[in-house]
């Protein structure tokens, strides 16, 4: 029985024999040349791989469960076919093998898995831990204008790939990108919003005219300043992408403003990482009480400041609308005081002169805002203005911009 588990640990050790003790090898630690790169161990419950300069540690339920061969995994609908429920979760493998590029686990049933040790690497918690989900330029308004981010012409956006292909990779580093010679018209711009996406229809319709009547109960239809926030707080999931397009104003003033949450969620991290953390963790209440006319209306989204994805701490979404923050009241009496300071913090960065891009809509230039992390706002106007626009599904912007290669 020692004899042959001696000698399937040799089999194991990355394709060679090693001159290493009887002792060593009986432990299960494996050391490949140089030139493999790559080490492993057996435990209790999982594998221990180092393969370049990562140390993953593969659970074997978890090695079983992600099998790509073709009894376990479709690959024309790229989904999986094994039944997780049916995987026995004290399940070892029976021989483990690693060679240059592939280990191969065979199982109690005979059944062998192969996973390239690339694919490992990419797809391991300590893979992910090192990658970053959506690349992306932080900037303020020094950094945003030395950039020259070009604006794309209506016609290449509608009409080609590269045209296209260009105004996503400017949305996806910057969160904002503009169309130019669009025809000032509700029509054309919702020809413009469905090019990249689906249009989300919400309490505010599919496709929606701005002016200052007082048509909604929101500050947003008044002629008065707004200070930066993001939309829609107060649902569960707010709306990802914003699209704004002036078709008139007669008369002054109504310059919009935006800023990069992300890049002021940084800067606290950087400065006060505990105030990051706070807002990170701390829920909160956001809500929208409307009675005007025929529109009533009451939501409620639940969720903290700052997103951040739990494996590397990257931030997704920010949720901040101080119009629109509910009474304070899941956060017990010993946190409230630090999350004051810590949303002090971000407000404080947030309201910094130099992190203020202000640009003037006008007609013909439709502006595109990422809503999970831009913040907009606007300067008091007089005079007519009227905006259209709409809010679009997030995960179909991101799935058009996979479909023309770019990461997102």
């Given at each position: ?378 300067e008091a106007f007089t005079g007519y203005r009227q905006l259209c626009g709409c809010y679009l599904t997030r995960d179909d912007v991101l799935n058009t911009a996979r479909l ?5």
């Amino acid at each position: 029985m020692w004899c042959q588990r001696l000698a399937w640990l040799l089999r194991g050790s990355c394709g060679r024999r090693w001159p290493r003790s009887v002792a060593a090898l009986a432990r299960g630690h494996h050391t490949a040349p140089r030139s493999l790169r790559c080490a492993w161990q057996l435990h209790g419950d999982h594998l221990e791989l180092r393969y370049g300069n990562t140390l993953m540690r593969l659970d074997f339920v978890w090695l079983r469960d992600h099998c790509r061969s073709a009894s376990c995994y479709n690959a024309k609908t790229n989904q999986r076919s094994l039944d997780t429920a049916s995987v026995d979760l004290a399940i070892r493998p029976q021989a483990v093998r690693v060679d240059e590029s592939t280990l191969f686990l065979t199982w109690p049933d005979g059944h062998v898995t192969r996973y390239g040790l690339e694919w490992l690497l990419k797809n391991s918690y300590e893979g992910q831990k090192k990658q970053v989900m959506h690349p992306r330029i932080l900037w303020n308004a020094e950094i945003y204008r030395q950039a020259q981010v070009p604006s794309v012409d209506c016609r290449s956006f509608l009409e080609t790939d590269e045209g296209l292909k260009e105004f996503l990779q400017n949305f996806l580093l910057y969160g904002i990108a503009f169309v130019e010679n669009v025809a000032p018209t509700k029509e054309d711009t919702e020809i413009l919003a469905e090019r990249i996406s689906i249009i989300r229809e919400t309490i505010y319709g599919r496709m929606w005219y701005f002016t200052s009547d007082f048509s909604r109960g929101d500050t947003a239809y008044t002629k008065l300043a707004l200070d930066r926030h993001t939309d829609t707080t107060y649902f569960q999931e707010p709306c990802g992408i914003q699209v704004f397009h002036c078709l008139k104003h007669e008369g002054t003033g109504g310059r919009t403003l935006l800023v990069d949450g992300f890049h002021a969620a940084e800067q606290v991290l950087r400065r006060a990482p505990e105030h990051f953390e706070l807002l990170s963790r701390v829920p909160l209440k956001h809500e929208y009480v409307e009675n005007v006319g025929g529109c009533h209306n009451h939501m409620i989204g639940v969720g903290p400041v700052l997103n951040v994805y739990p494996w590397n701490n990257e931030l997704y979404l920010i949720r901040y609308n101080n119009y629109d923050r509910a009474v304070i009241n899941t956060v017990p009496h010993d946190v409230v005081r630090r999350w004051y300071h810590a949303h002090r913090a971000l407000t404080t960065e947030l309201r910094r002169p130099e992190n203020e891009l202000w640009v003037k809509l006008k007609p013909g230039k439709a502006l595109f805002v990422d809503n999970w992390r831009v913040l907009h706002g606007r300067e008091a106007f007089t005079g007519y203005r009227q905006l259209c626009g709409c809010y679009l599904t997030r995960d179909d912007v991101l799935n058009t911009a996979r479909l023309l290669g770019l990461q997102a």
